[in-house]
């Protein structure tokens, strides 16, 4: 059995800095409000009309993963794409990166896990590795938020949390099984999933998925959420799922070098650091920058970490994820 070794780490994000007083002249909020209860400054998002999308973003966030993996688009044998804003209803973007980085035929699978999404995603690349399937797989949360988003009074429970980013990380297979993905642990629960959606297009009503009426159709494709409730539960379960692959490892919170939480809102993240009694310096948000870039933050956290040299050699990070599903998850990775 191989283990899957992160040996390199990428990201991107829209120029378009948009900060919540460029909200506040969209809808009644204010920077006061968004800071107070969710961390928030600033977001990314593309500038409408702009060359962009999805899969345009992962490109550029692989080509960065793979300058600094030192290896080329030859050398990744399959594409393992996170997103929930895909460039097509059908099909998923991973095709599309797939062209973009001309990997001929090879395989890309595209995941759907919204907030947990870049750990589903690299327990499932981490799987192909293990069993030996594929030596190296480049690993994908990519989003762009901004089109779906509600940008009046009426949506701006939501549409002051979401950003546009993307990050990529790639696995190599290594024999050495002291080192790299430790486990993953992934869990679901859809009795949740009205609580945290966008419903439309679907198949739920039975077929009819495209509407005459923009109007119409802008309210159906935005997302809806029960803000408190997903609030309750993320605070419950990034802990508990942390807790999980501690025990599975035979760790303790104090072997713990670095802490990279999802990044839905700064108090959840705040909160679950106080459950798990970790001091400030293990734990890494970049929420204020970004607001919630849903699959695209912990890749993202990867590559600023990576950039400021702070990944070390036999560092053990834990990475914990709760979003829409409802879905969570959990990776120990030892560097
Ligand atoms: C979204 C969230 C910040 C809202 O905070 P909250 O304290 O629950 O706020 P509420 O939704 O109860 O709204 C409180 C009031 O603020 C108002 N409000 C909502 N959004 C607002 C905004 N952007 N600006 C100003 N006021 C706003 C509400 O209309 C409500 O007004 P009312 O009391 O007059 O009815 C919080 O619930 C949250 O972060 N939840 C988790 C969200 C999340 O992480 N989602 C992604 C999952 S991975």
Not at 27 to 52: A, C, H, L, N, V
Not at 93 to 109: D, F, H, N, R, Y
Not at 182 to 210: M, W, Y
């Amino acid at each position: 059995m191989f283990n899957s070794k992160i040996i390199g780490v990428g990201h991107f994000v829209p120029e378009n800095i948009v900060t919540n007083d460029d909200l506040s002249k969209l809808m009644d909020t204010s920077d006061e409000w968004i800071q107070e209860r969710t961390g928030i400054k600033e977001r990314r998002f593309y500038t409408p009309g702009e060359k962009g999308s999805t899969a345009i973003m992962a490109f550029k966030a692989s080509k960065l993963a793979m300058k600094r993996a030192k290896v080329t688009a030859d050398d990744i044998d399959a594409i393992v794409f996170a997103t929930l804003s895909p460039d097509y209803y059908f099909p998923g973007s991973g095709v599309l990166l797939q062209e973009m980085l001309k990997m001929g035929t090879k395989p890309a699978i595209d995941l759907r896990a919204q907030c947990s999404g870049f750990i589903y995603a690299l327990s499932v690349a981490d799987q192909f590795i293990k069993t030996g399937m594929y030596k190296k797989i480049l690993v994908i949360g990519s989003e762009t938020q901004s089109v779906a988003l509600d940008l009046t009074t009426r949506g701006r429970g939501m549409g002051v949390l979401f950003g546009d980013g993307a990050g990529a990380a790639i696995l190599e297979a290594t024999e050495d099984n002291t080192k790299g993905i430790l486990s993953t642990h992934l869990h679901s629960q859809g009795e949740f999933a009205d609580v945290l959606c966008v419903r439309e297009p679907g198949t739920n009503k039975g077929g009819k998925v495209i509407y005459e009426g923009q109007h119409e159709m802008y309210d159906l494709i935005s997302p809806q959420m029960d803000g408190k409730l997903v609030f309750k539960n993320a605070i419950t379960r990034m802990p508990e799922v942390t807790m999980e692959a501690l025990a599975k490892n035979n760790l303790t919170i104090e072997d713990i070098d670095m802490f990279l939480p999802h990044q839905a809102n700064l108090r959840i993240s705040q909160m679950v650091q106080r459950f798990l009694k970790l001091p400030d310096e293990k734990v890494f948000n970049n929420i204020q920058k970004y607001g919630n870039t849903t699959a695209a933050t912990l890749p993202i956290l990867l590559s600023e970490l990576w950039e400021e040299g702070r990944i070390k050699e036999g560092q053990l990070f834990a990475l914990a994820a709760f979003g829409s599903g409802f879905t969570w998850a959990s990776a120990l990775i030892r560097w």
